[in-house]
């Protein structure tokens, strides 16, 4: 039996995303606290398909949701005690390297998530770092949702979304606590034999009379891993810390204001360079003691509709990191420090079966410095005001369309107090047409504005002359098909993203150059009763000043990565206490060897196994064991840095590696 589901307002084409009766009561199950009876589905079994998240998107049948990818309930949950390669691990055309979170790098359909627009709880993030470091670090445990618009993004994805946008949410006290409930929480506990990692997370949860509170607390500390050779990779321990507190006020009308702070520590010895394992002469790890924050204020009326449905943001992330310099005592510790200031009002018009448009102007006060102790503070900075509106309509049961502008004035100064002023206009544009029930064909463009982009604070140089700087700027185009018939869906894209006068300064000379991926996605879900199979390939090609890139021309801009696979499957037997599944991460041979580096790049398979005990006896407790890299393989994943040269050794992922995970609901 399948069931369609359906978002808050009338969708174009009349849209429908089948399940089976199993996963639509798994998912009410899990979200609403309740065990069945014997023989049913028990709490925390979790949707693998991702389209329940889309339902609960109030834009998720919009045209320009078409190069969307959520991140499926499951993949969220068992994702909680990981790191951001497991959270994206289903979705092949997202793509994590880098072995440990201080070096993880994100790649969007080839592009490096630093050309995206990165928002967490409305608050812009991407505030870039020192290059061996990720400038976009997250903890899963606090996610409640995120999404991946590829391509064209919407004009209301904020300012600079150049190659599309990620939305992330964290958890609100409806989402930890069960129905009825006051005060309630979760607790999770894992070890991981590789590395000899223990970890464990506490989150706690209340309301009264409109009253919210959330709590979260996490700590991992291990043991440097081994990779599937065997050896141990030096730095690749395990030390974090992360925490969340949020609060909020919703009165009877739905008037709600959301107050959340939260913060990632990161202090341990990394390897020289952290996302690389060496270059050259071997060299000691050296400590990198990193801290990111991320501090919001939000408005909204959870019961607007009309003409009348505000959103306020305000909020300031930062990300700090300090490396030490053994090689340069006098210097002592390096500390780059990166922040934005941001916010925005909007107004949701809402047209009724028609649609929708949003309206709005925001914000950013965005710096980065670099100091030590031989050096004096070096500085960029740069404030951007922006106004957009977009549409999003259905003009008939088939057609759906997506349009929007924004214009965009920034004000930037360089590390000699240099200044100048950029603006610019972004435009987009979608459509998806219904042509049968089961065919839906889409396609989409976009022109954005991008600024001039804060640089690396690690490479300031006060020398840099900065005349011949100009505002980066992006062309997306991507075409695509939705086709649904039972419990089946397929879809696909083809993809092409340009930036011209993408920044690429290095210490000696401030550059600026152009960049292009292309490529394409597909992707196919499968639905059975008490089972989903998820899978996608995606392959891309990075070109930098047109010709083909290595991994060093193209840092900052995207990655070689050529043909990856992502696999995920999950089944309950039925009268079951138990769920099984597994996953397969793969990624072709890379052949093309750019001027640049030295070889190609070697294919992997990488298969992961796992089985779920939902126990009847004590309520919302699940036993968890997987078993991952099930083959000990030895490889680095394929977003990783430096594969394609000689004298790089790259971050390896680890071998095998055998997981127990204890959580429970109370």
């Given at each position: 039996m399948t069931l369609p589901v359906h978002t808050d307002r009338p969708r174009s084409g009349h849209r429908y995303y089948s399940f089976t009766l199993s996963s639509v009561l798994a998912l009410c199950c899990a979200t609403s606290g309740f065990a069945q009876?014997?023989?049913?589905?028990?709490?925390?079994q979790l949707v693998l398909d991702p389209a329940f998240m889309r339902a609960q998107d109030p834009d998720g049948n919009a045209a320009d949701r078409g190069n969307s990818h959520y991140v499926a309930d499951a993949e969220l949950d068992r994702a909680r005690m990981g790191n951001l390669r497991h959270l994206f691990s289903g979705?092949?055309?997202?793509?994590?390297?880098?072995?440990?979170?201080?070096?993880?790098?994100?790649?969007?359909?080839?592009?490096d998530m630093l050309n995206l627009g990165v928002t967490l709880d409305g608050v812009a993030q991407n505030n870039r770092i020192f290059?061996?470091?990720?400038?976009?670090?997250?903890?899963p445990g606090l996610m409640k949702s995120v999404r991946v618009d590829a391509g064209a993004a919407a004009a209301d994805a904020g300012p600079h979304a150049l190659a599309g946008a990620v939305v992330m949410e964290t958890v609100d006290a409806e989402d930890i606590l069960l129905s009825g409930q006051s005060v309630g929480g979760n607790a999770r506990f894992s070890y991981s034999s590789n590395g000899q990692t223990p970890a464990g997370s506490v989150t706690l949860a209340a309301r009264h009379a409109g009253f919210e509170a959330v709590g979260y607390l996490k700590r991992a500390k291990g043991n440097d891993y081994r990779a599937g050779d065997g050896s141990t990779i030096a730095g690749s321990a395990a030390d974090l810390t992360s925490g969340l507190l949020k609060f909020a006020f919703e009165n009877p009308e739905g008037h709600r204001i959301e107050v959340s702070g939260l913060r990632m520590i990161d202090d341990a010895?990394?390897?020289f360079r952290a996302n690389m394992v060496g270059v050259g002469a071997p060299r000691e790890p050296r400590r990198y003691n990193t801290t990111r924050d991320t501090f919001s204020v939000s408005y909204e009326n959870t019961a607007a509709d009309g003409f009348w449905d505000p959103r306020i943001v305000l909020g300031r992330s930062r990300v700090r990191v300090g490396v030490d310099q053994p090689l340069a005592p006098a210097l002592g510790t390096s500390w780059g420090d990166s922040s934005t200031f941001s916010g925005k009002?909007?107004?949701?018009?809402?047209?009724?079966?028609?649609?929708?448009?949003?309206?709005?102007?925001?914000?950013?006060?965005?710096?980065?410095?670099y100091r030590d102790n031989a050096t004096a503070p070096l500085r960029e900075k740069a404030r951007n005001t922006g106004i957009y509106a977009q549409a999003r309509l259905d003009p008939s049961d088939a057609l759906s369309l997506s349009f929007g502008l924004r214009f965009d004035s920034q004000r930037f100064t360089g590390v000699n107090d240099w200044q100048n002023s950029f603006r610019g206009f972004s435009g987009n544009v979608s459509a998806a047409y219904q042509f049968t029930d089961a065919l839906r064909l889409r396609a989409g463009a976009s022109s954005v504005f991008g600024g001039l982009s804060l640089e690396d604070n690690f490479i300031f140089n006060p020398a840099w002359d900065y005349s011949d700087m100009r505002a980066a700027r992006s062309t997306n185009y991507t075409m695509g098909f939705d086709y649904e018939?039972?419990?089946?869906?397929l879809d696909g894209e083809v993809f092409l993203t340009r930036i011209d006068n993408a920044r690429v300064s290095v210490y000696a000379r401030n550059a600026i150059g152009d960049a292009e991926s292309r490529g394409f996605n597909l992707g196919l879900g499968y639905g059975w009763d008490g089972g989903y199979l998820r899978a996608s390939y995606s392959r891309s090609r990075i070109k930098v000043d047109g010709q083909a890139s290595d991994s060093?021309?193209?840092?900052?801009?995207?990655?070689?990565?050529?043909?990856?696979?992502?696999?995920?499957?999950?089944?309950?037997?039925?009268?079951?206490?138990?769920?099984?599944?597994?996953?397969?991460?793969?990624?072709?041979?890379?052949?093309?060897?750019?001027?640049?580096?030295?070889?190609?790049?070697?294919?992997?398979?990488?298969?992961?196994?796992?089985?779920?005990?939902?126990?009847?006896?004590?309520?919302?407790?699940?036993i968890r064991a997987e078993v991952n890299n099930l083959f000990d393989k030895h490889y680095a994943d394929r977003a990783t840095y430096g594969a394609d040269f000689n004298s790089v050794t790259p971050f390896f992922e680890p071998g095998r590696s055998v997981t127990l995970t204890t959580s429970l609901r109370f």
């Open positions: 009876t014997a023989g049913e589905l028990h709490l925390g979705i092949a055309s997202v793509s994590v390297g880098g072995g440990i979170p201080v070096a993880q790098k994100i790649f969007v359909n080839g592009v290059h061996h470091t990720s400038a976009n670090a997250f903890d010895l990394r390897p009002i909007e107004n949701r018009f809402n047209l009724g079966e028609l649609g929708s448009v949003t309206a709005g102007v925001d914000y950013y006060d965005r710096s980065s410095t018939t039972g419990n089946l869906r060093y021309s193209a840092l900052d801009l995207g990655a070689p990565l050529g043909g990856v696979l992502a696999l995920e499957a999950q089944h309950q037997p039925r009268n079951s206490d138990f769920a099984f599944g597994g996953s397969v991460q793969a990624a072709q041979a890379y052949r093309t060897i750019a001027a640049g580096s030295d070889r190609g790049i070697p294919g992997y398979a990488v298969a992961n196994l796992f089985a779920e005990y939902h126990a009847p006896q004590v309520r919302g407790l699940v």
